[in-house]
């Protein structure tokens, strides 16, 4: 998306949600006594794991799919993703009765892999750099005519993506602050128009893995700028922040709180402990970063969006200790 | 309760659910397409893993506990319980400022153990039998003037645990079959109530453990008799079934499964996996009896009260496997 195009507003956040109203699961919002008192803080978590496809990622694919022309769907969409997004999309193609190829980076973890695959998506394997699944997918554009679906740096995924802060405001008014984990910045783009639309007395926090703070560096500098290779247990949050993302957050304005791996390992378990829900280390990342600044949130009404689900339960990460 | 005493009515579950209401949370009710497609029909679940303390239990301790007389308040209240009953008449009765004892068997599981605790009840240990319960708990009556609330023989605990079916026939109308753990029967027999008063043409299932399965020979032989001692992974459904709980089962009318550990550990797995929720062996055996039996459930719409999540996440059954 060419830095002049038009960044989607808050209203295509509305078309988005009663685009994908057939199609989408209203995920339920839960809460702990437990984890208000770890917090010092009222707690409301909107589950996405519950979602199909077990991540939010099926919103904005599904708002993507059901934007196609008729011409365009008949040529199918392609996608790049390390598994969520591309077992959202296939689902979402599926239902739509479109061709999906999903471009798969070597070293993407089987529970996703596996998820992908089960929606009939035609699976292709590349290298786990950026630019070879750019390439990669480019070639399938040029040999099929699909549509590419970007996984976050689409106005089409980002509204859709929105949906889940207007259906969590709807459950939980008078949120004080919103913390979504934020990589390639879908979430975190359409939280911030939806917020803007919805409820712009809410303070939007992102939290990003310590190891992959491109985020929080482009925030703070003004500009996105190649960092680091990307260090962390956060499969979802590898990818640097998309260009419209940053634009948007930049607008309408976002803070960030890095969180070291560690913090959100033990998060995560103290979700499962807790809120008896199993969620990503993707997921986890944002009760960390609540946790880990507890002045910051004291006292405050907080909304977390527990993004996805899908890690392997005989692979837990404290399962080895 | 002798066998002469009355049982409790539907009313009596309207009662409680206006006495617990200011208290207890309204678990959410949740599903998932890949459950469907296993079971090859329509299920929701109840997650009362979500409830205060972890379990459904808390329905029928709170209504046990708002039913004293300010007489019996100041003296307290005794149970006996292997974990979550415990843990649920301590938090009910520290809502309610009363004194709480708990007779807790050795080899109580450590999560579970820890949750009563942390109520702040007064902590017994006995030898892991019903004799040893019955008597610590006797001892304890006659030391402090306690009131003991049976953990599922007590038509107070039975009427509060009838709620959790009350909500399920709300949040999701038309049930053609509701299954439920039975251990002791509180649950099941509150379970039967509430669908006499409330929908009269949903078949009640009771799932057991094959290894625990004195419910099923009770029902069957019109009699309850002492059989082997208990051999079962679920350590929440090892009692045997109540006095009033089988009058009540054996009145209103209930179909027993019996369910091997084996197809109940998979149950568990497959919940977490695709309902991202961790509950305890003693709830994955409602589905592990619905998948059991395909053609008994095949195309049905089915309840299933998933009753608890306090399983320890760092020693999940099939993290050895």
Redesign the interface.
């Known amino acids: 998306m060419p830095s002049s195009a038009p960044l989607p507003q808050f209203d295509e956040v509305l078309d988005a949600a009663a685009r994908i109203a057939p199609h989408a699961r209203v995920t ?1 919002v ?1 809460r ?2 437990a984890l208000d008192a770890a917090a010092g803080a009222s707690l409301v978590f909107k ?1 996405e ?2 979602q ?1 496809g ?1 991540a939010f990622k099926f919103r904005g694919a599904c708002n993507a799919v059901a934007c196609l022309s008729a011409a365009e769907a008949a040529n199918g969409v392609v996608t790049h993703s390390s598994g969520n997004h591309g077992a959202a999309l296939g689902l979402a193609a599926r239902l739509h009765s479109v061709t999906c190829h999903v471009v798969v980076p070597e070293g993407a973890t089987a529970a996703k892999l596996a998820l992908v695959a089960e929606q009939g998506a035609v699976l292709h394997r590349c290298a786990p750099t950026m630019a070879a699944r750019e390439e990669h997918c480019a070639r399938i554009q040029a040999a099929t005519g699909a549509t590419l679906v970007h996984p976050y740096a689409d106005p089409r995924v980002i509204a859709g993506q929105g949906t889940a802060t207007l259906e969590l405001l709807a459950a939980a008014p008078g949120l004080d602050v919103l913390v979504v984990p934020v990589g390639g910045g879908g979430l975190a783009a359409g939280a911030a128009l939806a917020l803007s639309g919805r409820s712009p007395g809410t303070a939007l926090v992102l939290a990003e893995p310590a190891g992959a703070a491109d985020t929080a560096r482009a925030l703070r500098d003004g500009r996105r700028e190649p960092g680091p290779a990307p260090d962390t247990v956060c499969d979802g949050l590898r990818a640097d922040l998309g260009e419209p993302n940053f634009r948007i957050l930049q607008a309408l304005g976002a803070e960030v709180l890095t969180v070291d791996d560690a913090d959100t390992l033990a998060a995560m ?1 103290l979700l ?2 807790r ?5 990503e280390p993707s997921s986890a990342v944002a009760l960390a970063a609540v946790l880990a600044h507890p002045a910051r949130f004291a006292g405050r009404r907080v909304g977390i969006v527990l993004t996805g ?1 899908n890690v ?3 692979a ?1 990460p ?2 080895a ?1």
């Not at 809120?275 to 969620?279: E, I, M, Q, R, W």
């Open positions: 339920p839960l702990a006594d589950a794991g519950l199909h077990g378990r499962v402990a809120l008896k829900l199993l969620v689900g392997d339960p005989a837990l404290w399962a200790a």
